[in-house]
């Protein structure tokens, strides 16, 4: 199994600032994943994060929103930069490696003021 | 594309009792994963229990059973001697096999509340 520590855990921001969620695995993971998920709906993926290359981004989530880096097995960031009030959500990492199964983070609750 | 369904999106039991949570999925595949994640309201994704595809035994984790059926593209969720700390949403899941690449398929989720 794999333990993910998210942070922050809930952040409440300004509009047109940025806010940087970071993911740390203990254990080195091939595939780390980032999630948006409004509240009592279900996971939207945003991006699939791999080590070393760029993230593949899902239809509707563009680099320059979601800006994401990867730099080794264990951690990962993702931005969420020009906020607006519609970004408000729950933001979720997750990641697989040699498991089955995927390992989640804590979640970030994001609200935009 | 895969896709997961969950029709309920509220379900009630009374504490003790036993709850079925339904899933069914579409996939064009042989081989898979099903899995049941519940999320309380700290947010945390806590695996319940996994299956393979190839495995015709249903698995089972404690108080968690699963009624697999392939043909039927089936995959309900059975709580027995349901506890208060089984209130939570609970998302069935959908994974191709020998893909670390593949992301996952949630379905909408299912509300559980358990009832003193």
């Known amino acids: 199994s794999a333990v993910i520590s998210q942070k922050p855990s809930r952040d409440i921001c300004q509009r047109g600032t940025s806010l940087t969620i970071q993911c740390q695995v203990d254990?080195?993971?091939?595939?780390m994943f980032w999630y948006r998920q409004q509240p009592g709906q279900s996971l939207t993926l945003i991006a699939t994060a791999n080590q070393g290359s760029e993230a593949t981004y899902e239809s509707g989530f563009v680099i320059d929103k979601f800006p994401i880096s990867r730099p080794n097995l264990t951690f990962s960031t993702l931005t969420v930069s020009n906020m607006s009030p519609e970004d408000s959500s729950i933001y979720l990492c997750?990641?697989?490696?040699?498991?089955?199964?995927?390992?989640f983070g804590q979640g970030t609750r994001l609200t935009v003021v | 594309a895969q896709t997961v369904t969950q029709s309920q999106p509220e379900m009630s039991v009374q504490e003790a009792e036993t709850v079925t949570l339904s899933c069914t999925y579409d996939t064009s595949e042989s081989d898979y994963y099903l899995f049941w994640y519940k999320q309380p309201p700290s947010r945390q994704m806590i695996l319940v229990i996994r299956q393979e595809a190839y495995k015709q035994q249903n698995a089972t984790e404690n108080r968690f059973s699963v009624n697999f059926q392939k043909a039927a593209k089936s995959f309900s969720l059975k709580i027995s001697d349901s506890q208060l700390g089984d209130a939570a949403m609970y998302f069935c899941a959908y994974r191709r096999a020998r893909s670390y690449g593949q992301n996952f398929v949630f379905g909408p989720g299912t509300r559980l509340s358990v009832l003193p």
């Open positions: 254990s080195q993971v091939t595939m």
């Open positions: 997750s990641a697989t490696g040699g498991f089955t199964e995927a390992f």
